[in-house]
């Protein structure tokens, strides 16, 4: 189930947006994306850090990995690391386990989203469950949420 959070909000903002249904729960970017028929570039993950101790939330491609060294010299925090899913899952209500909406101004988290998003017209993510994925536009998203957008992702090889 969608979170509902998540879908009272971007109704209440009135923004369009298309649920993508899966045939069963799917855990991995490449699963998911395979399973629903989009571009691991167009299908974003949600990766949780701690910055200098405060939960932040990383927003990128799903085929990308967050640069740890370089995030930490963009933003000038002495400590970036990942946060464990023990560290973070009751702060996501409603939400299945690593199955949260990149929407951290929703949960009173920063947002650090990846300059690689802007090759991307339309984004799809997880939106609470392994189960459906929520396909909008990427301008909405940088509007709804106004993440600080740096270039800290890269393509492994």
């Excluded at 060294?69 to 299945?96: D, I, Y």
């Excluded at 909406?101 to 990846?114: D, I, K, Q, R, S």
């Amino acid at each position: 189930m969608i979170a509902t959070k998540l879908t009272a909000y971007l109704d209440a903002q009135g923004v369009p947006y298309e649920v993508i249904e899966q045939p069963g729960p799917v855990y991995t970017a490449q699963e998911i994306a395979a399973a629903a028929h989009i571009s691991g570039k167009q299908l974003v993950k949600t990766v949780m850090l701690w910055l200098d101790g405060e939960l932040v939330m990383a927003v990128l491609p799903a085929a990308y990995r967050v640069n740890l060294a370089r995030l930490q010299r963009m933003v000038g925090a002495k400590q970036v690391k990942l946060a464990s899913e023990a560290e973070f899952r009751t702060r996501f209500p409603g939400c299945q386990a690593g199955a949260m909406p990149p929407f951290g101004n929703l949960y009173e988290l920063p947002v650090y989203a990846a300059q690689n998003l802007a090759d991307q017209i339309e984004i799809a993510f997880c939106a609470g469950s392994h189960t459906e994925l929520v396909r909008m536009a990427l301008a909405d998203f940088i509007h709804l949420v106004q993440p600080e957008v740096l270039d800290f992702a890269w393509l492994p090889a």
